[in-house]
């Protein structure tokens, strides 16, 4: 406890000490822990606290699971390999691998779905759209975004 006769040495590691959680002096709230951390973001805030920003066309592929590693290394030599044995593709640089000219993708459908909240509705773009190479590989894409573009 700093003393009130005038000295400043102890006022000032008094301050301190308080300010980095040591004893005394009202901390906000709850718990004990340090402010802000240790605590979820609740509800509402899965879609729109991620960074911004396109991918880089010009960064070379690091392949992060076993197949890609045996892709790259040239192990596996189409994508039929994989199938064959129904190995999951976690990485779609795989696919630009094997068929990245040959692809196309066209929009089925775009759909607008709601939420209901207190506040009124809340309206977000659904897009489903297919991609293959026209040679028997197709896949099936599907987003839910605030814009139409963003969504595709």
């Avoid at 009130?4 to 102890?10: K, P, V």
Wanted: proline residues 3%; hydrophobic residues 35%; glycine residues 16%.
């Amino acid at each position: 406890m700093p003393s009130t006769s005038g000295d400043n040495m102890n006022t000032s590691t008094y301050t301190v000490y308080q300010a980095e959680g040591g004893q005394g002096g009202f901390h906000g709230g709850f718990g004990s822990g340090p402010r802000g951390q240790d605590r979820g973001w609740g509800r509402g805030h899965g879609q729109g606290c991620r960074a911004r920003g396109g991918k880089a066309e010009d960064k070379e592929w690091i392949p992060v699971t076993k197949l890609g590693r045996l892709v790259k290394d040239m192990k596996i030599k189409s994508l039929e390999e994989i199938y064959l044995f129904s190995l999951p593709i976690k990485e779609s640089e795989i696919i630009d691998f094997f068929l990245g000219a040959f692809l196309k993708d066209k929009v089925l459908k775009i759909m607008p779905v709601q939420k209901q909240t207190r506040a009124g509705q809340w309206t977000r773009f659904k897009a489903f759209v297919a991609i293959g190479d026209y040679n028997g590989h197709v896949g099936l894409g599907v987003k839910c975004s605030k814009e139409v573009a963003t969504a595709i």
